[in-house]
């Protein structure tokens, strides 16, 4: 069955997430986003201790419960120090690539609702004043953010409200090319939010429900291994939307949907992963099957953690990922098509 998805809507859902600050574990600003997109699908939103975000959708039959989940946190910093001369020090959430992020728009989030923008730089931040500005390894021991205001010290920056455990977010910079291509940062996994969102619209259109009952999360701690820990006991099934990535060892591409067979530490349910094969040849989709390294999902996390469930995991393949991230239209739609395809279970 070939589905015509409104690519559209998935650009639209993804843009109005990618441009909500979303760090591991700052939540604040993405889930009233994803309540205002649910409710427009309407769909309420609950919520875990955790803040994961839910959807319901009632299946035809709800003797069983399958979840599929896309995280909505992202890579980025928090305020470890701040120098005697007022530039902040940091440590990373999650795998940043400073090299990528060198020279970018960050922002400083402070608990009392302020956000100031800086520079994000190495310290030998200029080839014509410092001799290793070229050779000093990028990394959180080496990088600096230089605040986009009028401070010399330490007591001015605190006096901003700035404090130890701030959370900082990176700019995202969303493009759409005329040839269809999607580039931003965050790709990974906000991309995979809004192909779920755009599931959930084609059901809606077509006043179709899934086969079983279906819950969808969207959790916040992915990007440091425990954001799928938790898991409703009700569900049986748990298929994480991530990306998929792109490499010498790899068959997918930027307009393919990837089925991950395996990650860095566990070989996915053999059984529902190939069930995932056969549904996407049958919606017709563009897909490929890869086995990934440096890499792993929220159904990862889940089974580490001792859910009994059978797991798997598929999504958008994407270029550069933790950097200035693309993928292509064509890839959102077939991951729009396969998780079609396995709800409905045609």
């Given at each position: 069955?070939e589905?015509?998805?409104?690519?559209?809507?998935?650009?639209?859902?993804f843009?109005?997430?990618?441009?909500?600050?979303s760090p591991v574990?700052?939540?604040?600003?993405?889930?009233?986003?994803?309540?205002?997109?649910?409710?427009?699908?309407?769909?309420?939103?609950?919520?875990?201790?955790?803040h994961?975000a839910y959807?319901?959708?009632?299946?035809?039959?709800?003797?069983?419960?399958?979840?599929?989940?896309?995280?909505?946190?992202?890579?980025?910093?928090?305020?470890?120090?701040?120098d005697?001369?007022?530039?902040?020090r940091i440590r990373?959430l999650?795998?940043?690539?400073?090299?990528?992020?060198?020279g970018?728009t960050v922002t400083?989030?402070t608990?009392?609702?302020?956000?100031?923008?800086?520079?994000?730089a190495?310290?030998?931040?200029?080839?014509?004043?410092?001799?290793?500005?070229?050779?000093l390894a990028?990394?959180?021991?080496?990088?600096?953010?230089s605040?986009?205001?009028k401070?010399?010290?330490?007591?001015?920056?605190?006096?901003?409200?700035?404090?130890h455990?701030?959370?900082v977010?990176?700019?995202?910079?969303f493009q759409?090319?005329?040839?269809?291509?999607?580039?931003?940062?965050?790709i990974?996994?906000?991309?995979?939010?809004?192909?779920?969102?755009?599931?959930?619209?084609?059901?809606?259109d077509?006043?179709?429900?899934?086969?079983?009952?279906?819950?969808?999360a969207?959790?916040h701690y992915e990007?440091?291994?425990?954001g799928?820990a938790?898991?409703?006991?009700e569900?049986?099934e748990f298929?994480?939307?991530?990306i998929?990535?792109?490499?010498?060892?790899?068959?997918?591409n930027?307009?393919?949907?990837?089925?991950?067979?395996?990650?860095?530490?566990?070989?996915y349910?053999?059984?529902?992963?190939?069930r995932?094969?056969?549904?996407?040849?049958?919606?017709?989709c563009d897909?490929?099957?890869?086995?990934?390294?440096?890499?792993g999902?929220?159904?990862?996390?889940?089974?580490?953690?001792?859910?009994?469930?059978?797991?798997?995991?598929?999504?958008?393949?994407?270029?550069?990922?933790h950097?200035?991230e693309r993928t292509?239209i064509q890839?959102?739609?077939?991951?729009?098509?396969?998780?079609?395809?396995y709800?409905?279970?045609?």
């Amino acid at each position: 069955m070939e589905y015509q998805i409104d690519g559209q809507f998935t650009l639209d859902c993804f843009r109005a997430l990618v441009n909500a600050p979303s760090p591991v574990s700052y939540y604040v600003e993405v889930n009233p986003v994803v309540e205002r997109l649910a409710k427009t699908l309407g769909y309420p939103v609950s919520y875990d201790n955790k803040h994961t975000a839910y959807l319901t959708l009632e299946g035809e039959d709800n003797s069983k419960t399958v979840m599929l989940g896309a995280h909505l946190d992202t890579i980025g910093m928090i305020v470890r120090r701040i120098d005697d001369d007022g530039m902040i020090r940091i440590r990373q959430l999650g795998g940043m690539n400073f090299y990528s992020a060198e020279g970018e728009t960050v922002t400083i989030h402070t608990r009392e609702g302020k956000a100031y923008t800086g520079l994000l730089a190495c310290q030998s931040h200029s080839t014509h004043v410092f001799d290793d500005a070229r050779s000093l390894a990028r990394d959180e021991m080496n990088m600096i953010i230089s605040l986009d205001e009028k401070v010399r010290s330490r007591e001015d920056v605190r006096a901003l409200g700035i404090r130890h455990g701030d959370i900082v977010s990176i700019e995202p910079r969303f493009q759409y090319t005329p040839t269809g291509y999607v580039k931003s940062r965050f790709i990974d996994d906000k991309a995979g939010v809004a192909c779920l969102l755009n599931m959930v619209k084609y059901l809606t259109d077509h006043q179709m429900k899934p086969k079983y009952r279906t819950v969808l999360a969207f959790p916040h701690y992915e990007e440091i291994g425990h954001g799928g820990a938790y898991v409703p006991p009700e569900v049986s099934e748990f298929v994480a939307v991530d990306i998929g990535l792109i490499g010498p060892d790899y068959d997918g591409n930027e307009y393919a949907v990837s089925i991950c067979a395996k990650d860095n530490s566990t070989p996915y349910d053999y059984g529902l992963t190939t069930r995932l094969i056969r549904q996407a040849e049958k919606a017709g989709c563009d897909y490929a099957v890869d086995i990934f390294y440096r890499y792993g999902t929220d159904a990862n996390a889940s089974l580490k953690a001792g859910a009994n469930l059978k797991a798997a995991a598929v999504g958008m393949a994407c270029y550069c990922s933790h950097g200035m991230e693309r993928t292509h239209i064509q890839g959102l739609n077939n991951t729009v098509k396969l998780l079609l395809a396995y709800v409905l279970d045609i």
